[in-house]
């Protein structure tokens, strides 16, 4: 971990007037817990800030792109452009794992609990730059780093909703309407993680994870059409 951020705003083509702005965009909470005499505040009141601005630079892009497509479909473009999978590659490629603030215990975090981190800070990264910069600085910064992304989750079909692909084939081939359960939740109330089953009848199919239960059910439901082999 560096907190040196010269480099890092060269690679990523910002240039913070406020430089103590983009260190709190990589404040985690955990940090904050054990270093209290540290003056610095975590970084998410930041990310609620980026989410929204994310999202509206990515939904009026996709209004403008894509003319002749209706709301439902621009919708699962752009759940699949800001969600906290393509959020944490992202941020990766940036290399904003080598700059984050964390516990001990955190920085020690690798799979799923490091990708949540990575994809809260490039969030908050964004809502940095808002208030920095201004709209047009986060616009330009979100379009050169989520919107080359679009034309391979349409070609791939990463952006259909797996939870009603998964409920058309079970009740096509099984007559029976699939049904999801919570099987755990784990961390703190602010940064909770839910493990979801997809259930068709009595049998389990397929579990998922997320940071929300819908993000949960999605991921079990695209694992259960793997497992099915009707992806």
């Given at each position: ?118 994809a809260n800070a490039l969030e908050a990264l964004i ?32 952006h259909v909703d797996a939870k009603s692909l998964f ?65």
């Amino acid at each position: 971990m560096t907190t040196d951020f010269a480099k890092f705003q060269k690679e990523a083509g910002l240039s913070f007037k406020d430089e103590a702005l983009l260190t709190q965009a990589f404040v985690h909470r955990s940090y904050i817990n054990e270093n209290k005499q540290s003056g610095l505040a975590h970084n998410e009141r930041l990310e609620f800030l980026g989410d929204a601005v994310l999202e509206l630079v990515i939904t009026d892009y996709l209004f403008k792109k894509y003319e002749d497509r209706a709301e439902g479909e621009l919708t699962a473009y752009r759940s699949a452009l800001v969600n906290a999978d393509t959020c944490s590659q992202i941020a990766t490629v940036l290399g904003m794992g080598d700059y984050l603030l964390l516990s001990k215990g955190e920085s020690k975090d690798v799979g799923r609990a490091r990708q949540y981190i990575l994809a809260n800070a490039l969030e908050a990264l964004i809502g940095a730059i808002y208030i920095d910069q201004g709209y047009d600085s986060a616009k330009d910064f979100i379009e050169k780093n989520f919107t080359p992304k679009i034309e391979n989750i349409i070609s791939t079909g990463s952006h259909v909703d797996a939870k009603s692909l998964f409920q058309e084939k079970a009740q096509e081939f099984d007559g029976i309407t699939p049904a999801y359960k919570t099987i755990k939740e784990a961390g703190p109330d602010h940064e909770k993680r839910f493990t979801v089953g997809v259930y068709v009848g009595k049998d389990l199919v397929a579990t998922g994870d997320g940071v929300s239960k819908q993000e949960a059910e999605q991921a079990a439901a695209r694992s259960a059409l793997v497992t099915r082999g009707w992806q």
